[in-house]
């Protein structure tokens, strides 16, 4: 069976799976599954791949990966190759902007350049947006601020020019800064800018007050514009194209649930029960998709129109090729509000994959969610090991396990240290904080 970088480019590097296993072999205590996968990092992750990447994926999967090993582990040969990728990133940033291109050549070329398939050759907003934890901790741990200083210089362009209707488009120009169209969807394309955007704050030790403002400016936007309630009483994010609302939420969209959860805790205390109401509202909303499929597994999107209710009403919608996201938001929400109801909605989770998904060599993605009859598509995406595995784990382990005041996960979930106040002031990096 094929491993995925969900058709992304590794640009010539290989084992993703095992880059993005790393820290949850080490967390679940899979001692010698780990060690077979360090020495595999240490002898022959070849950092050096002459063909095309995708900045956003090395940086969450290989860049990400490193980082959380190291930062788990203490073992220095994570983070030197997690610094020495982060600098082969660099050269993508060599726009009139410095908003980063979506492709990058890992080579001694360092050339970039942009997606074909994206708009007039623009940059991704959650593929630019989708940096900055990766980069704060590389400065940290090098001591170079050149990480740290192109992702500020992102956030500067994005505080600097107009969002319509306070909302963040996904397509952007990295030569002229300008939106190139008003496509909005806290899905893909968009998804984990939001994210960084708390995340960013939250990994601080809240000292990151640009990034709260932003964070809660934007989901004030969304909730104006884009949050909706169907006609049988589910919260849904609708996406927005230019003002026309497409009643569609995709399965990317349901980490928005925890995202919301974790950022619940501004200010008064009727806001930060407005904001975990509107969680789990969410987070019900993307379990009816799982519960109302015959496998108990969500499709790819699902619609609010033309009398559906949380179900794919287009056969290309129907596929689930092993996402976290559902899964995600029920631990975030079982943190932070202890109803059981969450790990029985992530059981059910478990129960599901391991009828419909579980195969011989691992586990694959189904082509349709509402047929029993599973059509297996052959394909164990490395995120089900990053993300899927590592977060039911967590849904089930006590919350001190990588407990949420010390850590933030990136949007791979690879868990980072918060960066506490005292350890900047004594120039310091956070103590190896290994769990038991």
């Known amino acids: 069976m094929q491993e995925s970088l969900s058709g992304a480019g590794g640009g010539g590097l290989r084992g993703a799976s ?10 679940m205590g899979l001692t010698e599954e780990y060690k077979d996968a360090k020495e595999w990092v240490e002898n022959s992750l070849d950092l050096n791949g002459n063909g095309e990447a995708s900045l956003f994926e090395v940086n969450i ?8 090993a190291y930062y788990l ?7 030197r190759k997690a610094v020495e990728l982060g600098e082969k990133l660099l050269p993508a940033f060599n726009t009139p902007t410095g908003i980063p291109r979506g492709v990058i050549n890992l080579g001694s070329s360092g050339t970039s350049w942009s997606w074909g398939w994206a708009s007039a050759g623009s940059s ?3 593929e630019f947006g989708t940096l900055h934890l990766e980069f704060v901790h590389l400065t940290e741990l090098s001591g170079n601020p050149i990480f740290a200083e192109k992702v500020m210089n992102v956030r500067k362009l994005l505080n600097k020019i107009e969002k319509p209707h306070g909302l963040y488009p996904n397509f952007l120009s990295p030569v002229s800064g300008n939106w190139v169209q008003h496509h909005v969807s806290i899905g893909g394309l968009g998804d984990s800018f939001y994210e960084y955007l708390i995340k960013s704050y939250l990994m601080s030790d809240k000292t990151d007050e640009d990034a709260k403002r932003m964070y809660y400016s934007a989901l004030e936007a969304i909730e104006t514009n884009l949050v909706q309630k169907s006609p049988g009483g589910l919260t849904y994010l609708a ?3 230019g003002g026309i609302l497409d009643h569609k939420m995709g399965h ?14 501004d200010g008064a205390a009727e806001k930060r029960q407005h904001y975990l109401d509107l969680a789990a509202q969410i987070t019900h909303t993307c379990h009816e998709s799982y519960d109302r499929s015959a496998t108990k597994l969500g499709p790819e999107a699902f619609r609010f129109d033309s009398g559906a209710e949380a179900t794919a009403t287009r056969l290309s919608d129907r596929y689930y090729i092993l996402r ?5 938001s029920y631990m975030y929400m079982w943190r932070l509000t202890h109803d059981p109801k969450y790990r029985e909605w992530g059981w059910e989770a478990v129960e599901a994959l391991e009828q419909h998904c579980r195969v011989e060599a691992g586990f694959s993605g189904i082509r349709d969610v509402y047929s029993t009859a599973a059509s297996h598509d052959n394909m164990q995406q490395s995120f089900f090991l990053s993300e899927t595995l590592k977060y039911l784990y967590l849904l089930f382990s006590d919350d001190d396990l990588l407990s949420l005041e010390d850590w933030v996960f990136n949007t791979e979930a690879h868990p980072l240290p918060i960066i506490h106040k005292s350890c900047l002031q004594g120039g310091g990096t956070q103590e190896k904080a290994a769990p038991e």
């Open 18 to 27: 095992i880059v993005d296993s790393l820290d949850t072999l080490y967390i």
């Open 61 to 68: 999967r290989y860049v990400g990966g490193l980082l959380s």
């Open 252 to 265: 990317l969209a349901c980490f928005s649930g925890g995202m919301i959860g974790i950022g619940a805790d």
């Open 324 to 328: 976290p996201e559902v899964i995600e």
């Open 124 to 126: 991704i907003l959650a």
């Open 239 to 241: 996406e927005w194209r």
């Open 73 to 79: 582990t203490g073992e220095e040969r994570f983070k």
